[in-house]
Nanobody, 128 residues
Framework: QSPLVQSGGGLAQPGGSLRLSCAASGFTLTDYAVGWFRQAPGKEREGVTC????????GYSDSVKGRFTISRDNDKNTLYLQMNNLKPEDTAVYYCAAGGIQYINGAYHCREYLMTFWGEGTLVTVSS
């Protein structure tokens, strides 16, 4: 079994909401930086949001700040991404990931190349 199993996603109308889930097995999410990345058609994968319990850090990209919320259920060892007020430009394959975190010049960064575990990806389409 893959260490990160995703669910959720699908089709939503602009202004609608979706929730993605990412269940971890074989390791504990709170021991890692965990987050969500996305890859839109024809574009490179980008970071969306990240949370790191030991550093008490939560970060969001400017494009989703105020609309998306990352959360974690420690009992279920599951990561969530609540997406509200969706826009067509949010259309992408979304990936959950877990790994290391970078600390530079007083700021934390969840970098794609530091992620050890990846979910299989789930498609989110925002269209009327």
């Amino acid at each position: 079994q893959s260490p990160l199993v995703q669910s959720g996603g699908g089709l939503a109308q602009p202004g609608g909401s979706l929730r993605l889930s990412c269940a971890a097995s074989g390791f504990t999410l709170t021991d890692y930086a965990v987050g969500w990345f996305r890859q839109a058609p024809g574009k490179e994968r980008e970071g969306v949001t990240c949370i790191h319990a030991p550093a008490d850090f939560t970060g969001y990209s400017d494009s989703v700040k105020g609309r998306f919320t990352i959360s974690r259920d420690n009992d279920k060892n599951t990561l969530y991404l609540q997406m509200n007020n969706l826009k067509p430009e949010d259309t992408a394959v979304y990936y959950c990931a877990a790994g290391g975190i970078q600390y530079i010049n007083g700021a934390y960064h969840c970098r794609e190349y530091l992620m050890t575990f990846w979910g299989e990806g789930t498609l989110v389409t925002v269209s009327s």
